[in-house]
């Protein structure tokens, strides 16, 4: 499958799966609650399918517009209700009822992100551990005294498996700012803390490799450039490198170790590069122009070749797998989501107070994008993807504005402390400065999709 089809497939299937999710959660409590449910629909617009079941008839709809979904239930403001159906209405039912019925979406969010979670920590993680490369002068890896060699073992008192925990908890730090105690292990297994200063990073910063500015970079194995397979029909394989070719130059600089290769190529999409090859005992001359990958600011380089034996064998060692029993992945999980909603919520507040930069706001291009990556890298990082799009989808519909759950939930409790529902007209003035909130951040969200497809 092309990777456009894959990004297609993956996004329809996130939004699909979790919109059946959110409004399963609303449709559950209703019906428990005692209300009749009219239309359960995937998607806005034109129906594609309809299918009526049950006592009441529900229709169940696949619309044409897969960008959400909804429940719609027995409302005595909406149409006319038979006395005999008057008690099912949700209208007609208590204001704790209303309450609960709304809480269900979201709650269902994260419930599902929860068990992603607990599923993955009981499955197994796969990353690379948090081995600190040579950081680069004039960094502030550099000033904190960080080593080439030396790997993080917590941030802010919170421990570090794999380069994945230490880039989540360096973003919650960098968005707090100032400081933060990073300790350390050394090559030779002692211990240290040093403090990392956060201050250099701006808000831009937060929307693109933040930790390299800071000067944290893997560790790379000083294993010799000796090529694995030779993907057919790739650069290499058009430029004649082989199975077993030892680079040891590029453009008449030695190259001594992989990593210097890769980084040389990566650098160079769409240049010809003067390779030195060791074949055989000979020394070969090979020219070989890297394929282009990616846009912008993330274009690099490829030859589509793979490292030799030892090179996999350096990086297996740095590699690990992150697994907790089923019991222990329980508040694990549990904390994953809290984390998550936390974090959430203290962005969206300092984009509204122009801390942090709404170039992080994302739309439905950007989320199809990544849902498309994280398909190709695996069932993991497609379940990973799920999981954290599952408590952004809760998070946002909490927030209190009309048209969103969080919206609804504001309205009653007005009314329990009001004592009566409130008017029509006040609703219909909520309704409309709801509209216009949704708008304005559905205008940014696409805005920044489209710069981001423009810039890379």
């Known amino acids: 499958m092309s990777g456009a089809l894959v ?35 995937v998607g806005f617009g034109r129906p594609l399918w309809i299918r009526r079941s049950g006592p009441d008839r529900t229709e169940w709809v696949i619309a044409a517009v897969p960008l959400g979904g909804f429940v719609k239930m027995l409302d005595s403001r909406e149409s006319d209700v038979p006395p005999g159906e008057m008690h099912r209405a949700f209208d007609r039912q208590p204001v704790g009822k209303r309450i609960a019925i709304v809480l269900a979406g979201p709650a269902a969010n994260f419930l599902a992100a929860f068990l992603l979670y607990w599923g993955l920590y009981v499955t197994g ?42 880039r989540w908890l ?35 910063d937060l929307d693109r490799d933040f930790l390299a500015k800071l000067g944290l970079k893997a560790f790379t194995p000083a ?56 074949r055989g005992g000979a020394r070969v001359a090979v020219q070989a122009v890297p394929e282009p990958s990616g846009e912008g600011e993330a274009r690099i380089g490829l030859l589509r070749v793979e490292p030799g034996a030892e090179v996999r ?68 990082s497609f379940a990973g993807f799920l999981a954290l799009v599952s408590v952004s989808l809760g998070v946002l519909n909490l927030l209190p504005i009309p048209l969103l759950d969080g919206g609804h939930l504001v309205y009653y409790s007005a009314e329990i ?24 951040l559905t205008f940014f969200a696409f805005y920044n999709d489209i710069n981001r497809l423009l810039t890379g």
């Open 125 to 166: 993680l796969p990353g690379v551990k948090p081995v600190v490369g040579d950081p680069p002068q004039a960094t502030a890896a550099a000033a904190a005294g960080l080593a080439n060699g030396d790997t993080i073992r917590a941030i802010g008192g919170e421990p570090t498996a794999t380069w994945t925990d230490v």
């Open 313 to 380: 064998r350096e990086w297996e060692r740095m590699t690990t797998t992150v697994r907790h029993g089923p019991l222990e992945a329980v508040p694990k999980a549990a904390h994953r989501v809290w984390d998550l909603s936390v974090f959430s919520l203290k962005m969206l507040g300092k984009m509204l107070l122009g801390e942090v930069s709404w170039k992080n706001l994302s739309g439905p291009i950007t989320i199809a994008d990544y849902a498309g990556q994280s398909a190709q890298m695996g069932w993991v």
């Open 7 to 41: 990004t297609i497939a993956s996004f329809l299937v996130t939004v699909g799966l979790l919109v059946v999710v959110h409004e399963w959660g609303h449709y559950i409590v209703a019906r428990l609650a005692g209300v009749r449910i009219l239309r359960f629909s």
């Open 170 to 204: 360096l973003l919650k730090e960098a968005v707090r700012g100032g400081e933060v105690a990073v300790e350390l292990e050394g090559a030779g297994g002692g211990r240290a803390t040093r403090s990392l200063d956060l201050s250099t990073l701006t808000k831009e």
């Open 417 to 440: 402390v009001k004592g009566s529902p409130l008017s029509e007209r006040a609703m219909e003035i909520g309704q409309r400065v709801g509209l216009a909130i949704l708008a304005g």
């Open 223 to 278: 294993a010799p450039a000796v090529l694995g397979r030779v993907i057919p029909g790739g650069a290499g394989d058009r430029a004649g490198l082989r199975e077993g070719d030892r680079i040891l130059a590029i453009g008449g600089e030695p190259v001594a170790t992989w990593g210097q290769f890769t980084a040389r190529v990566r650098a160079s999409a769409g240049r010809v590069l003067a390779l030195e090859v060791e």
